[in-house]
């Protein structure tokens, strides 16, 4: 699914309590099913892993020049390039089938699901922002190397130095925009997991919206019973047809 799985039944749902009729409304956000956390986790992780990649690639490039030469460079540069092809092609055919056909001789556990989906994720995601780093390097080496700025390297240097603490920053948002629940209206009361919590709607006193991409973060105002403090989630994250139902169950009630 291309976003937000939401399933108003409670079947084929893969978290939240059985339910029967249309009293369970249950969601899914994460990589596998929001647009904006699988780019947001794509970017921040491939981000790492592709500056990690250039330091290691960049030092095999000046042994293999040390080494052999030109040949040596060129061999380097070949590989990498091989490599990244091959991770291009691998995402864009169906990887889990041919690593099921690959491993079916040899008693080896290939991930599967959304451990695969990711680690294709991860690895596309290397490629993408090492070709991005790459290039933003390349590119102010040849500008400092022909004088064509008066600043030289730096603003494509830092540029590329600036996509570190972004990614972190994506990786932080990617983390705060996952969500799994079930909002049971019978009971009125809202069940999130990883890690599992039950929010009564009935100690909820007030509720705002905010949308965020294709979420709505919802802000929860917990009543005060005898003076008591409530614990629970002062913000959670749904999709925006979850959203309008708290509201409109909270709303009901004032």
Not at 211 to 230: F, R
Request: charged content about 20%; glycine content about 12%.
């Amino acid at each position: 699914m291309d976003e937000d799985a939401v399933d108003a039944t409670g079947d084929g749902s893969e978290a939240g309590p059985a339910a029967d009729g249309d009293d369970m409304l249950q969601w899914r956000r994460d990589a596998s099913t929001s647009r904006t956390v699988r780019l947001l986790w794509l970017f921040g992780v491939g981000t790492f892993f592709a500056a990690i990649g250039i330091v290691v690639s960049w030092r095999l490039y000046r042994m293999g020049g040390e080494t052999a030469g030109r040949t040596g460079r060129i061999v380097v540069l070949a590989f990498i390039a091989a490599l990244s092809a091959t991770v291009l092609a691998l995402a864009a055919a169906d990887t889990g089938r041919y690593l099921e056909r690959l491993t079916a001789s040899r008693s080896v556990e290939v991930p599967s699901g959304r451990r695969l989906d990711r680690a294709v994720d991860a690895a596309v995601g290397t490629v993408l922002m090492g070709g991005v780093i790459g290039a933003l390097m390349g590119i102010g080496r040849y500008v400092s190397q022909n004088e064509l700025l008066a600043v030289g390297a730096g603003p494509f240097t830092g540029l590329a130095a600036l996509l570190i603490p972004l990614a972190l920053v994506a990786l932080v948002l990617a983390s705060f925009l996952q969500s799994v629940g079930a909002l049971d209206r019978e009971e009125e009361a809202i069940y999130l997991y990883e890690p599992d919590q039950r929010i009564d709607l009935d100690v909820i006193e007030g509720v705002s919206t905010r949308p965020l991409g294709d979420a709505v973060v919802v802000t929860l105002s917990y009543a005060q019973p005898d003076g008591k403090y409530v614990q629970g989630p002062r913000r959670i994250v749904v999709p925006p047809a979850v959203a309008r139902d708290i509201a409109a169950l909270v709303g009901s009630r004032n």
